[in-house]
């Protein structure tokens, strides 16, 4: 436990008390030996420490997306659970998670992993096209319909995966992620933004040196592989959110333009107006 940390729980300050809480829940699940981790060889939502990112995102979700234990969890893109896994930890029994994607080995991972120990942690597969991760998917991502009744949600998030999608497949999510949002539910995604910052290029990791491959919003990093690494125009994203009925809550600057960020990505909140029941 950090000093300050150590200084807050003494000072017993709820709101910094529950800041400490998470960063020792942090620090445990970072050291947690019994927690299991796919074969390094078989992960294949990027490079970086695992369990790290992982928990990494864990903080953001609480202390950027208001992340409560007993929310109802939507993980669209849910990969080889890698946000999953750390969120064991936090969700409590009453809690749901969900995890969707179309990459059959990761789903399969997950369900044979996670689901048998925390059975309130579902995950299942949706066949949707994806040149890189699945090229033979039988349904187009821009006419996919979520598997969920509507309001079903408090809390969804895509983490890396609207970086990965065209402008319509990212305007379906939205407007299918305000359906099964309950109203007060809260969305958060990452992706990359295209400010004058970003433009400029300076600083800006090498791997990200996106451009523009046609007249859209959409920027990409290797007009080879155009799904490799995505990125908007400023303002699509939020753009696309309101027009599905979501109220963009803030943008938060990701480090990869090369400025001082405590994440990678931008990430981007949004909430479903209403008062949840
Ligand atoms: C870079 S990985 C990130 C995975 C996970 N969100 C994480 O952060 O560990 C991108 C993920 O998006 C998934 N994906 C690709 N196309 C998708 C789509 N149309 N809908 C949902 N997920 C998709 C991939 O299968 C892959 O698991």
Redesign the pocket.
């Given at each position: 436990m950090t000093m300050a940390a150590l200084s807050a729980l003494l000072r017993g300050d709820v709101s910094v008390r529950e800041e400490a809480r998470l960063d020792i829940l942090a620090d445990s699940i970072r050291r947690n030996r019994f927690l299991p981790e796919p074969d390094p060889e078989s992960v294949?939502?990027?490079d970086g420490d695992y369990r790290a990112?992982?928990t990494e995102?864990l903080k953001h979700f609480v202390r950027l997306g208001g992340l409560k234990p007993s929310d109802r969890v939507l993980?669209?893109?849910?990969?080889?659970g890698?946000?999953a896994m750390p969120l064991t930890q936090f969700l409590d029994e009453e809690a749901s998670y969900d995890g969707?994607?179309?990459?059959a080995e990761?789903v399969a991972w997950c369900a044979e992993v996670i689901t048998p120990f925390y059975p309130n942690f579902r995950f299942a597969r949706?066949d949707?096209a994806?040149p890189i991760?699945?090229p033979k998917g039988r349904l187009k991502?821009a006419e996919?319909a979520l598997p969920f009744p509507d309001r079903r949600f408090d809390f969804c998030f895509?983490?890396?995966?609207a970086?990965?999608?065209p402008p319509d497949?990212v305007k379906a999510?939205a407007a299918e992620i305000a359906r099964v949002l309950a109203p007060g539910g809260r969305l958060f995604l990452t992706a990359f933004v295209m400010d004058d910052i970003a433009r400029a290029g300076e600083g800006r990791d090498p791997r990200c040196a996106f451009q523009r491959t046609a007249a859209g919003p959409d920027w990409h990093a290797d007009p080879a592989a155009p799904f490799g690494a995505v990125a908007f125009d400023e303002g699509f994203v939020e753009g696309v959110l309101q027009d599905a009925g979501l109220v963009a809550v803030r943008t938060r600057l990701g480090r990869w333009r090369g400025i001082e960020a405590a994440h990678y990505q931008d990430i981007l909140l949004a909430e479903k107006p209403g008062t949840a029941a």
């Open positions: 294949f939502v990027g990112i992982g995102f993980d669209i893109g849910s990969g080889i890698r946000m969707l994607d179309p990459v990761g949706l949707v994806h991760y699945n991502g996919m895509l983490t890396s995966v970086t990965h999608l497949e999510y």
